[in-house]
């Protein structure tokens, strides 16, 4: 019966949705008669509806459920129950759904919002909702029976049985989504053509809070397969992680463009195009993990119906979007001169700079798929390509977040840019110098980022500098929140630069057979093997090994990495330990035992430089969002 009544609100979700474009196509009458407003409160009650009852379903372990038998099992604890209704292609378009619900449902709260622009924006995320709706009814029903029922299920894949699913998944979702509204206001600003500046506005917020949860998602993410796959790696260049990187490019350019965009009428159609764009790119990365046309860690499906399905969602979507794009020319930009010398400019050519990266990216994932389709030749295009394409282009891009802030709106002058940065360049040039003689005779490539990465962070705290007056006594001006969020963001970069520079280019391994009581040195630590002991869980069966960890004759730490078998599937993984400090990790993951020797296991450790850097650097750009969001609200 909860199965039911799952469907039956599902099925109410897609009848509802089916009115935004029933309703346009009415007349006018059915337009007085029903509101898209409210339309839109309860299609997110109904989707919530029965988000709950397959949740409900999961708890309660009702392996007559098709999605329930294969992705949980009695044994399992009840939080991976709850996170196993997402951890499926089933359930986490389900999620996807609820998600773009929920955002149509705030944009309805929307109170300073004219009610004709509110209504065109509903209009057209409800549209959205009806095809996703379909997609799931047709080709992804998580309320499908299973004949006959199962005593017991499958299991939820191991490598899901973390904290990680819990949080990973919803941000990611949230950011990917969120970019729908972004879509619906940007095509409802072509169609509506009026108050322009007003509607820019209303996209501001959207832009912000989705770009800030996709970098959360992103970042979640990262850090989850670091400590969880046991491969020593923040970023595997994996088809699915580009997925994800490439909107966030595209949203990271359409941040900058929107505050131009809302401040004067420059970049305008740039900013509609990438509204447009990047919510084009969440679809891909859904295609890439549905279809299974791409080999990913990440794929929850190898199913060629619902990546045909997936494709002309994508196709019609891209269609309207761009047959409105065109149909209204939507040609601001030409009624404002652009220069070059001016901050617009500066954005623009990171803009530039950005959708270069993205498009490489985008052309190294899928062009496996269109080697094998079209050349008959399957190729690999892994990290050597992506990390070569990187380089040359954070070059130009350091630059314009190092002088950009500093540059004058509209108009600006080299001489007196130079002049006023004189001190920031001296700090910079002397900061060069350092970072070379740290690392002279070490790779050349780590030297260049780690400049570049001390350059982007020193100019930001410069620019934050000049709002702190240290005479006679220290006191703060007034501060800008966009001063705030823009610091925040900008110091993330750089954390970042340095954490993923440290931890992929200085990072030493060692893989050996390492026998009990064994101490072997690793950078500054000795690593002192104390041996392995079967652990008993409530679903599957641990071997943890204990190493000691030693720095100067002193015991610092004891870390405890395990291999685990799952009761259910017998499938094993490997969970790694990890000892963090701001100057790297210390990583150790436990092997097989030796078959010859039994006395000695395989163990791989790693000490990866600044990698903590990296999710501080997450920590710091979500910050940074989550100001501009506020600072826009407030003003709002």
């Known amino acids: 019966m909860i199965a039911e009544l799952g469907i039956f609100f599902l099925i109410l979700t897609f009848i509802l949705s089916s009115l935004g474009f029933v309703i346009p196509l009415s007349g006018s009458t059915l337009k007085e008669v029903i509101s898209q407003t409210k339309v839109s409160k309860i299609i997110f009650f109904s989707t ?55 955002f149509g449902f705030l944009f309805s709260l929307e109170k300073k919002t004219d009610k004709e622009f509110k209504e065109i924006v509903l209009c057209i995320q409800n549209s959205l909702i009806f095809l996703v709706s379909s997609f ?64 820019f506005e209303t996209l501001k917020p959207w832009i912000f809070i989705s770009w800030t949860f996709l970098t959360c998602g992103i970042g979640l993410g990262s850090w989850w397969a ?91 979507i891209t269609a309207v979007g761009f047959f409105f794009l065109l149909k209204r020319n939507y040609n601001f930009s030409d009624k404002v001169q652009l220069n070059l010398m001016s901050r617009e400019g500066a954005i623009s050519l990171n803009n530039i700079f950005m959708l270069t990266l993205s498009f490489t990216i985008l052309l190294g994932t899928i062009y496996p798929l269109i080697s094998s389709v079209f050349f008959k030749n399957k190729i690999s295009i892994g990290a050597p390509f992506f990390n070569s394409v990187l380089s040359p282009l954070m070059l130009p891009i350091s630059l314009g977040m190092m002088f950009g802030p500093f540059m004058r709106w509209q108009k600006d002058d080299i001489e ?14 002397f900061f060069s110098l350092f970072i070379w003689y740290l690392n002279h005779g070490g790779p050349v490539l780590s030297v260049i980022f780690f400049i570049l990465s001390a350059w982007i962070i020193t100019s930001s705290v410069f620019e934050f500098s000049k709002f702190i007056s240290i005479s006679p006594n220290i006191h703060f001006k007034k501060i800008p ?52 002991k079967i652990i008993e869980k ?90 501009s969001f506020t600072r826009i609200i407030i003003k709002i």
């Open 48 to 102: 919530f509806s029965s988000f709950l009852f397959l949740s409900f379903c999961f708890v309660t372990s009702d392996f007559s459920l098709n999605v329930v038998q294969k992705n949980s099992n009695s044994q399992l604890p009840i939080i991976y129950k709850l996170t196993g209704v997402w951890g499926n292609h089933e359930g986490s378009i389900l999620l996807w759904l609820l998600i773009m619900t929920f």
């Open 136 to 199: 799931v009814l047709w080709t992804s029903n998580p309320f499908e029976r299973s004949f006959p029922p199962s005593v017991d299920g499958a299991d939820l894949n191991p490598l899901l049985q973390d904290p990680g699913l819990i949080i990973h998944p919803p941000f990611l979702y949230m950011g990917y989504v969120g970019f729908s509204i972004v879509y619906s206001i940007a095509l409802a600003i072509l169609i509506h053509n009026k108050n322009r500046k007003v509607y």
């Open 226 to 316: 670091y400590y969880e796959l046991g491969w020593g790696g923040f970023w595997f260049w994996d088809p699915v992680e580009n997925a994800s990187l490439l909107p966030w490019l595209t949203g990271s350019a359409l941040l900058h463009t929107i505050i131009i965009s809302s401040k004067n009428r420059s970049l305008q159609n740039w900013t509609i195009f990438l509204s447009i764009i990047t919510f084009l790119l969440s679809l891909l990365g859904t295609f890439l993990v549905r279809s299974g046309v791409l080999v990913s860690v990440h794929a929850f499906a190898n199913d060629p119906t619902r990546g045909v399905y997936i494709l002309f969602l994508l196709l019609i």
């Open 416 to 429: 007196k840019l130079f002049s006023r940065l004189k001190v920031l360049l001296l700090v910079l040039f």
């Open 481 to 532: 929140l966009n001063v705030f969020s823009q610091t925040f963001a900008h110091i993330g970069i750089g954390l970042i630069m340095i954490g993923a520079t440290g931890s992929s280019i200085l990072k030493t391994e060692k893989i050996q057979f390492q026998e009990i009581n064994q101490t072997i040195q690793v950078e500054s630590f000795n690593v002192k093997f104390l041996g392995v």
């Open 538 to 627: 409530e679903n599957y069966l641990s071997q943890m090994a204990k190493f000691n960890i030693y720095k100067n004759g002193e015991l610092i730490k004891t870390l405890l990495p395990e291999k685990r078998m799952y009761n259910t599937g017998k499938q094993v993984t490997t969970e790694a330990s990890i000892h963090s400090t701001l100057l790297g990790d210390l990583y150790i993951a436990i092997g097989d035992n030796n078959s010859i020797n039994k006395n000695s296991w395989t163990t791989r450790i790693w000490f990866n430089p600044f990698t903590i850097w990296i999710w501080i650097g997450v920590l710091f750009l979500v910050l940074g969002g989550m100001i």
